[in-house]
C-alpha cells in the first residue's frame, strides 16, 4: 500500500522525473523536450527546497511516484526565487542557445521563457488565496484514492502552518484534472477585471480558522 510521507533530500531526483512524465496535462512530456529536467525546474524542484515543510510524496513499493509541493506565501516565494533561484537557471540555459547546444524543442522553448521572465500569481488571487500547489501522480498510482489522500494531507499541513486559503492554477485542456478539483470541493476562482483573462483556470480554496 503507497504512502505518503514527508519529502527528503533523496527524493529529488524523482521529482523531476514525475514532473516530466505528467508534464503534458497529465501526460509524459518527454517527446516536447530534449532538457528533461526543465519542467521540474520549474515546478517541483524549488518548492521541494525551498518548501519542505509543504512538500508531500507517495510512495510505492517502487519508489516515489507522486508528490504534491506548495508555497505557504506564494508573493514571499516568488521574491526567494528571484533571488536565490532563476538566476543561476539564466545562466545555464540561455535565452538564445548557445553554438554547437542542441535544437531546443517547443517545450525546451517555452521553459525557457519561463526561467527568464518567471510567472507571476495575479494579485487578486494571492490576497485571498495566497498559498499554492501543484499535484502530479505517475500513471500506476491515478484512480485510487491517493490524489485525494495526497490533497487532504497538504490541506491539513498548510492550514495548520496558518494558511488562509490556496489557489492553484490547471491547463483548461487538462480535463480529468479539473474533475479531480471539482471532485475535491475546489471552487472555481475568476479574476474581478474581465479585461485581464489569463491562460490557467484557477481553482482554490479558503481555510476555516
Ligand atoms: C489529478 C490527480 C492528482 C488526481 O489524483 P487521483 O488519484 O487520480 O484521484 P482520486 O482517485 O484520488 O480521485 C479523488 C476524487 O476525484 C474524482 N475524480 C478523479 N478524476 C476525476 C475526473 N477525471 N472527473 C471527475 N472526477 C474525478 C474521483 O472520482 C474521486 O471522487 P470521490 O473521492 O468523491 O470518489 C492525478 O490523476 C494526477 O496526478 N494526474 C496527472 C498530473 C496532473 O494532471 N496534475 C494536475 C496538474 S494541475
Same mark, same amino acid.
Given at each position: 500500500m503507497p504512502i505518503i510521507r514527508d519529502y527528503v533530500s533523496t527524493d529529488l531526483n524523482s521529482l523531476y522525473a514525475i514532473a516530466l512524465a505528467t508534464g503534458d496535462c497529465g501526460s509524459? &512530456?518527454?517527446?516536447?523536450?530534449?532538457? &528533461?529536467?526543465l519542467l521540474g525546474h520549474v515546478y517541483a524542484a524549488p518548492y521541494a527546497i525551498f518548501e519542505p515543510e509543504l512538500a508531500l510524496v507517495i510512495e510505492d513499493s517502487h519508489e516515489v511516484a507522486g508528490y504534491c509541493l506548495g508555497a505557504l506565501d506564494t508573493r514571499v516565494f516568488e521574491r526567494l526565487l528571484n533571488l536565490r533561484w532563476w538566476p543561476a537557471l539564466q545562466q545555464r540555459y540561455p535565452l538564445t542557445p548557445v553554438g554547437g547546444s542542441h535544437e531546443r524543442l517547443i517545450g525546451d522553448a517555452d521553459i525557457i521563457q519561463m526561467i527568464h521572465h518567471p510567472s507571476r500569481s495575479p494579485s487578486w488571487l494571492v490576497k485571498a488565496y495566497p498559498s499554492h500547489l501543484h499535484i502530479n501522480l505517475l500513471p500506476r498510482l491515478k484512480g485510487r484514492g491517493h490524489g485525494r489522500s495526497l490533497l487532504t494531507a497538504w490541506y491539513g499541513r498548510c492550514q495548520a502552518m496558518g494558511s488562509t486559503g490556496f489557489h492553484l492554477g490547471v491547463d483548461p485542456r487538462n480535463t480529468p484534472a479539473i474533475g479531480f478539483y471539482e471532485a475535491m470541493g475546489l471552487d472555481s476562482l475568476f479574476s474581478p477585471s474581465t479585461t485581464a483573462p489569463d491562460n490557467a483556470l484557477w481553482l482554490g480554496a479558503r481555510f476555516a480558522h
Open positions: 509524459d &512530456a518527454s517527446r516536447q523536450f530534449h532538457g &528533461a529536467e
